[in-house]
Structure formats: C-alpha cells, structure tokens
C-alpha cells in the first residue's frame, strides 16, 4: 500500500509543474481553397453581406451584438496553424485554432444544427438572405435536386458527445459570440475536463456550440488563450485555469510557427507552461501589456528597409506616443491601416488584385525587409515569410488594411510576424515576448 501510495504521489507531482509542446498542422486556409477553385470573390461578398445583415436579424430576434474584442476584424479564413484538444472523460478530440486573440474554448455539440423550423423568421423565405442569417434547416436551395436542406454550418466537424462522457456538467447559460465578419456562434455553457496533451483541468468552463455560421470551414472551434477579463461570459479560459491550479511550470505560452506550404506538415507549435528551447532563441525582449485582455502592446513604427539586410528608410508612421498593437495568433497576416498598408505593398512591388482584394507578388519574388520597431528596437520580417500562397498558383503579400475605427486599436501582429519571432505570452507577468525564431 505504502509504494502504491509513493506512485501516486509522484504521479501527481509529475504532472503538477508540466510544460507542454503541443503541434499544430498545416491545412490549406479557406482562402487557399476558394482562390483555387474561381470562387474566392463570392466568398467576399457573403462576407460583406453577413456583416450588413446580420445585426439586422439579431434586433429583429430581440438579441443584442454580443461580440469578441478584436471584433470588427476576426476573421479565421485565413487560418493555416490547427492543433488537437481533449475535452471528456475519456477524451474526445477537436481541431482547433489556439487563439491569443480571444479567450473562450467552444466547440460544436451533437445537437449542432438541431434548431426547431418553426422559429425561422420570414425573411429566411428569402434562399440568399437565408444562407447568410438562418439556420440551415429553415433554407433550401433551388439548384439541389428535390430541394435539399442547405449545409449546416456544423456538418463535416467533430461534435461533443455528452453522453459519452462520465464529467460533463451542463451549466445552461446562454453563449453568444457575434464575430465583426457577421460569423457566429450561439450554445451555453457547460463545464467537463479539458485536456491539452497530458494536462487536464477538471470542471473546466467551455462552450457547447448548438448553432454556428460564417468562416469556420476547416476547424471545429477556437480555443481562446487570452486574459480572463477578454471572455464572453466571464468563462475562465482552461490555460489560466491549468495556471491558476499549478499545473504548469509558468505561466508562459509559446509559440513558434515557420513558412511551410505543405499540408498536413508540422508548420507550427505551441509550448504551454514555458519556453521553446529549439525553436527560438534563449535571448528575448520583453515588453509590457498596455492592456491584459488580449496581448496589446505599443508599436511605434512600420517600415520598408532600403534592402533585404537593410535598416528601415521609409517610415509608414512614427508616433512617439505608440500606437496600439496586438499580437494575435489566430490572425494569419499582418493588418494594419489600409493606407499604410497599400503604402508598403506598393513600395515592396506589389500589384492590387481588386477582385480578390490582395496584392500579388512573385512567389521567387525576395524584397527588402518590413521593419517593425517596438520599444525603440528595429525588427526586421524577411520575404520568406511574408510572402504566402494564394492558392490559385499565384503569391500574396501579407500585409492586409483595415481601419478599425474602435478602441485604439490600429495594428494586429499575426502569422507573418509570429514566423519571423517566436511570441512568448507571459499571463503571470502581464507582458509579451520576441524571440527570433531559430528554424
């Protein structure tokens, strides 16, 4: 009994004090798909019309636009880093995006899509507003023989089984998150054990989805890493649960991500309760949070170097004071100001693809360096990993615009910045940090 006793107890101290690496795939991102087969430009004009149409709907529902921060920009059609989640006892498993932009985990249940016809609103008679706003069990679409059910925004995904696990709890209160792009999810909240590799909160708080639509095609939720006071509904994330619980040696996440095209590769990882030491380098800046709901930060500057070792001559802003950035996960490309945006894909020899809303570059194409400067420290992003397929052959540039208009927000540091830097999102100490990723 007494070595029994001994095994348990390092068992227990084993696991206390872990540090994950958790894997992530290359998948082929929405974009990729759409632009390969002719139809990404349909796809921008769902989005547009979702995003017009769809608060509409919400007031005619008597629902009020609740939304994420970083919410007039989330948008997961460009997402191309997907890791595994355990959730149950014993555990089902998801694909997901780990995402520092939000701070909730959501994934589909097995009742996903099962929403009575007999709420569908009368404007669901109308098949294009249909698409984009109801649920699919209330549209049909005309062009199907015998006038099939349209696709669920559930079907092809992995669905949460709550019979099948012996720790679910179901709390009940209603979940909503209203995505800027007119996406959404709606479900309630539950609490079961959430498992990352070999780490696993019990009673941890999630979301079950019963209903979703919009830009969700290749995963089957979001598992959000951000602050506490980010989360719809208060949820406790589960990482800072796992935190909170001293399960893991730090409070630290890291991730390193690299430039691979090849789907189904490794492309990516995430290290939970420390650093990364082959991926990135042991020398780290460090910077304070400006604000502890996601990972925000000031930015001081954007340029183009005069050369691809060069140190930047064309600065797009300079702004002592900084402005406001955040460094976000689940944001492939680097967004900023449409203006400077433009301004540094034309200096880099970029042409505007206006159907398709993209610069196009040479995919052999090597321009000089995009210099970030934080903290007065100049951070170079080489062409190898800002330059990223289409999917339709051609190669983008990945500096997108968007002009927030809201809280103070003007930049999002993404894929094309966490490739260059491995990011280091210290939830203990309230800061971020850069360190050049070493493969």
């Known amino acids: ?223 959000g890493l951000a602050f506490q006071s980010l989360a719809v509904d208060h949820l406790v994330p589960p990482v800072v649960g796992m935190i909170n619980a001293h399960m893991l040696d730090s409070g630290v996440v890291t991730f390193w991500m690299k430039a691979t095209h090849t789907e189904g590769t490794v492309g990516a990882q995430m290290t939970v309760g420390g650093m990364d030491p082959v991926h990135c380098s042991a020398q780290c800046d460090y910077v304070t949070l400006s604000s502890a709901t996601y990972f925000q930060l000031a930015i001081q500057g954007i340029a183009v170097a005069s050369s691809t070792v060069g140190q930047a001559d064309h600065v797009i802003f300079s702004d002592a004071a900084g402005k406001q950035a955040i460094s976000d996960t689940g944001t492939s490309l680097l967004i900023g100001p449409t203006n400077e945006m433009n301004a540094i894909n034309k200096k880099l020899g970029g042409k505007y693809d206006e159907d398709n809303q993209i610069w196009i570059i040479g995919c052999s194409a090597s321009p000089a360096n995009v210099v970030v400067t934080i903290n007065n420290k100049q951070y170079p992003i080489t062409a190898k990993n800002y330059i990223v397929p289409t999917g339709d052959g051609r190669c983008m540039l990945g500096f997108y615009g968007a002009d927030f208009g809201a809280e103070g927000l003007q930049y999002i540091l993404g894929d094309v910045w966490i490739r260059e830097y491995c990011n280091v999102y210290d939830l203990q100490n309230k800061r971020v940090g850069f360190c050049k990723a070493l493969m």
């Open 1 to 223: 009994m007494k070595t029994f006793s001994l095994i348990v107890l390092v068992a227990v101290l084993g696991c206390a004090f872990a540090v994950l690496q958790v894997p992530m795939r290359r998948v082929k991102s929405t974009r990729e798909k759409l632009m390969a087969q002719g139809r990404w430009q349909h796809r921008l004009l769902e989005k547009k019309a979702r995003k017009i149409l769809r608060p509409y709907m919400l007031e005619q529902m008597g629902k009020s636009l609740k939304m994420t921060a970083n919410q007039s920009q989330i948008d997961y059609d460009d997402v191309i880093y997907v890791g595994d989640v355990g959730i149950g006892t014993p555990n089902q498993h998801f694909q997901v995006v780990y995402d520092t932009g939000s701070a909730n985990l959501w994934v589909p249940g097995t009742d996903c899509g099962s929403a009575p016809t007999s709420n569908c609103p009368s404007y669901c008679s109308n098949s294009f507003v249909c698409k984009l706003l109801c649920d699919p069990s209330c549209c049909t679409s005309a062009d199907e023989k015998g006038a099939k059910p349209m696709k669920d925004g559930c079907d092809g995904k992995h669905l949460f089984d709550p019979t099948a696990s012996s720790t679910y709890k179901k709390v009940g209160q209603t979940f909503s998150i209203q995505y800027g792009d007119g996406s959404y999810t709606d479900g309630y909240t539950v609490k079961d054990t959430v498992c990352i590799g070999s780490v696993c909160l019990t009673n941890a708080d999630w979301a079950q989805v019963n209903d979703m639509g919009g830009n969700f095609d290749d995963i089957d939720g979001i598992f």
